[in-house]
């Protein structure tokens, strides 16, 4: 197997073209119209995997900070996406893990999501990140599809 050499950083305007390309193969809905603010309003929450031995972006995480679920600012992941040839490898824990410090950076401690209930196989890579299923939410998306709501509870390293 080839050797992955994987950076996890901070979006720049330039990925916007890779980011896309990769949220266009992946999922459902398009979050392009949203890069610019996530990435003004909360740069470190904007994450990209960046390959360093093809120079190639591979995944991101776009995420926004939100009240909505809790009185204390919480997190909430938008979107998380692999390029489906670096899926399975590793990627998408690290995003999460980085994501993670630097929520914790900003003493914010919990994170939700919300995930297709028939997408059996991102439910097991999130159980097996440590979220939990909170309720299920009907019609949650446009096209009306219920989603779990998952939330983690991020554990401080210190």
Avoid: C
């Avoid at 992955?4 to 990769?22: A, G």
């Avoid at 390959?51 to 919480?74: A, C, H, M």
């Amino acid at each position: 197997m080839k050797q992955m050499n994987i950076r996890i950083r901070e979006y720049i305007p330039i990925d916007e073209k890779s980011v896309y390309k990769i949220n266009k193969e992946t999922l459902e809905v398009s979050f392009k119209s949203l890069y610019n603010i996530f990435h003004r309003n909360n740069p470190d929450l904007f994450l990209v995997a960046e390959d360093l031995i093809s120079n190639k972006i591979v995944g991101f995480i776009l995420v926004t900070i939100t009240k909505k679920f809790e009185p204390r600012d919480s997190g909430i992941i938008y979107a998380i996406a692999i390029s489906p040839n670096y899926q399975n490898k590793g990627i998408g824990r690290k995003l999460i893990e980085k994501l993670s410090e630097n929520l914790v950076r900003r003493n914010i401690f919990t994170l939700y999501l919300h995930v297709k209930e028939s997408n059996y196989k991102a439910i097991q890579f999130y159980s097996n990140l440590g979220f939990k299923k909170l309720e299920l939410v009907k019609k949650f998306y446009s096209w009306g599809e219920s989603a779990f709501r998952m939330k983690l509870n991020i554990q401080k390293n210190n």
